[in-house]
């Protein structure tokens, strides 16, 4: 792991951290955020290793924050996006750290970021800026198969959400739809809780503490918020059922060993949120994004379903089963990216073609799901 701080002088402009190198490159979001930690960093470079070893996808995991305020008028978040770009452009130019919309930025803030420092930029790249809603798609299909694994309908689940943001107010609907009961959500401000299930056109004003959420008697708990929400301080007094995360990284790995200990059914964060990384793929394939969630839900949802059983056969945890076959996965491609055979210098050939706009997005399009589903087996 490498952490990279980037400075304009004598301020600290915000970190890079790469956890792993494909062809010499890493990929992962790029956060504006007020405060960043250096464990957090870390943490979220790991997932993104995890994640693209998990989906067979040829890229190094990395994350990057910049220290600001998410919520400053356009131009003030314009301006710091631009000096993080002018002092981390050796990462940048040569593609060592290649970012994506993160909290608190855009892909369409990513890419003019990246035009700024004259980046070269294909027609193809950071376009959409759906990420929160495809992760979105794959916590609701995860939460699905995870309930039917342990024989229980998702309909009438009782369910909180913390963070009703771009992934959670998106989460909040789908499961709705799948006949869930939204009883709980929190924003920055605070907390609502409704035990006959709210609704989500008009909520309430925040009357609690948000961290009070993650201890409320409900069916399935979504972290869709912050690094290690539960921790050794509230693990005890947390009561969900069964835990599926929106966000990088929420529980800490001594509250995963307490929550798993008690019987409390908990899929690994890179597994259940990995529909930003597969929707974006599938998005730069030329897929239409309507088209895109139920891919995703079908995706994340027969990996879900043979992970469980897996890990029920093999007697070991889903968090260790998963842990091992994204490494495993990952060192495969990463392997074969950087000593390619014939087939392999055509298909890098072919993308570059593509990602350059002179291959048709129609025929990509078709082409992407199966592809991806033979990288992920």
Known sequence: MQIHTIRAGSEVLGFIAIDSTVAGRARGGLRLVPDLGEAELRAAARSMTLKYGLLGLPQGGAKAGILGDPEAPPGERRQRL???????????KGRRYIPDADIGTTATEV???????GARVGPREWRGNLSGEYTAWSVMASA????????????????????????????ARLLQRRGAVIVAVSTSHGAVYEPDGLDLDRLPPALM???RLLELPVDLLCPCA??????????ERVQAQAICAGANNPVSPDALAVLEAR???????????????????????????????PTIERLSGDLVRSLLARARAEGVSPTV??????LARHERVRHAAEHPGLVGRLASLGLEVYRRGWFPARVMARLAPAAIRRRMS
């Not at 993080?84 to 050796?90: D, H, Q, S």
């Open 226 to 235: 912050r690094f290690e929400s539960l921790h050794a301080g509230n693990v």
């Open 82 to 92: 631009h000096a993080f770009a002018r002092t981390a452009a050796p990462f940048l």
């Open 321 to 326: 089963l998963a842990e091992r076959d994204a």
């Open 144 to 171: 699905e198969a995870m309930f039917a694994h342990i024989g229980r309908p998702l309909r009438g689940a009782r369910v909180a959400i913390e963070g009703f943001g771009k992934v959670g107010s998106v989460l």
């Open 209 to 211: 503490e948000r961290s």
């Open 263 to 293: 019987g409390v059914h908990c899929l690994p964060d890179f597994v259940s949120n990995c529909g930003g990384v597969l929707g974006g793929t599938l998005e730069f394939a030329g897929m239409r994004p309507e088209a895109i969630g």
């Open 111 to 117: 890419r003019d970021m990246m035009q700024s420092i």
